[in-house]
T-cell receptor, first 115, second 115 residues
Framework: AQTVTQSQPEMSVQEAETVTLSCTYD???????LFWYKQPPSRQMILVIR??????QNATENRFSVNFQKAAKSFSLKISDSQLGDAAMYFC????????????FGQGTRLTINP | DGGITQSPKYLFRKEGQNVTLSCEQN?????MYWYRQDPGQGLRLIYY???????QKGDIAEGYSVSREKKESFPLTVTSAQKNPTAFYLC??????????????FGPGTRLTVL
């Protein structure tokens, strides 16, 4: 079974600085998807960024980018120019291509932005 | 606007009672999912349905039941057999069948508290 591990329960960063959240996963599949979701205090889950494993190029969405290392099974999220609105729980998630498109989530990282 | 609605937002249950959480989507998605979130933890899959009139157990299905009589609706019943039901419950959907962006879209959640 696939597993996702986020080793940083909490992180903090100064406003306007850059922070990187870590995620590792375990799978025997060769093709899959990886996601980062954001859960602000409202508790609404919001997709931040996605990465297809077959793509070598790292995904980027404005201030958010990933460092996808397939061989190392690592998928970190970099947030540049951190803003107060970035404060939230961040979840890394894995989805295989076979079966029911189930998401496997990590335990989450709580990100605090210091003004 | 297309989206997923969950009701109620807050739900209180006495021990020994069954309660049903509503999830409705107007995104024309085939697949729907129920997740449970406990404090400081990631999301765990309870049940999922890839098509009307069919559903499968997830990782923590004991004490829960679902139905999928309509494409738009996937209600979750928390039965008295669920020993620790106090949690935040999230419903999600995705186009299914390898369609679209493979992203799961989430509802706003229901907070269930057992008194």
């Amino acid at each position: 079974a696939q597993t996702v591990t986020q080793s940083q329960p909490e992180m903090s960063v100064q406003e306007a600085e850059t922070v990187t959240l870590s995620c590792t996963y375990d799978t025997s599949e060769s093709d899959y998807y990886l996601f980062w979701y954001k859960q602000p205090p409202s508790r609404q889950m919001i997709l931040v960024i996605r990465q297809e494993a077959y793509k070598q190029q790292n995904a980027t969405e404005n201030r958010f980018s990933v460092n996808f290392q397939k061989a190392a099974k690592s998928f970190s999220l970099k947030i540049s120019d951190s803003q107060l609105g970035d404060a939230a729980m961040y979840f890394c998630a894995y989805r295989g291509l076979q079966g029911a498109q189930k998401l496997v989530f990590g335990q989450g990282t709580r990100l605090t932005i210091n003004p | 606007d297309g989206g997923i609605t969950q009701s109620p937002k807050y739900l209180f249950r006495k021990e020994g009672q069954n309660v049903t959480l509503s999830c409705e989507q107007n995104l024309n998605h085939d697949a729907m999912y129920w997740y449970r979130q406990d404090p400081g933890q990631g999301l765990r899959l309870i049940y999922y349905s890839q098509i009307v009139n069919d559903f499968q157990k997830g990782d923590i299905a004991e004490g829960y039941s679902v139905s999928r009589e309509k494409k738009e609706s996937f209600p979750l019943t928390v039965t008295s057999a669920q020993k620790n039901p106090t949690a935040f419950y999230l419903c999600a959907s995705t186009p299914g069948g390898g369609q679209g962006t493979n992203e799961q879209f989430f509802g706003p959640g229901t907070r269930l508290t057992v008194l």
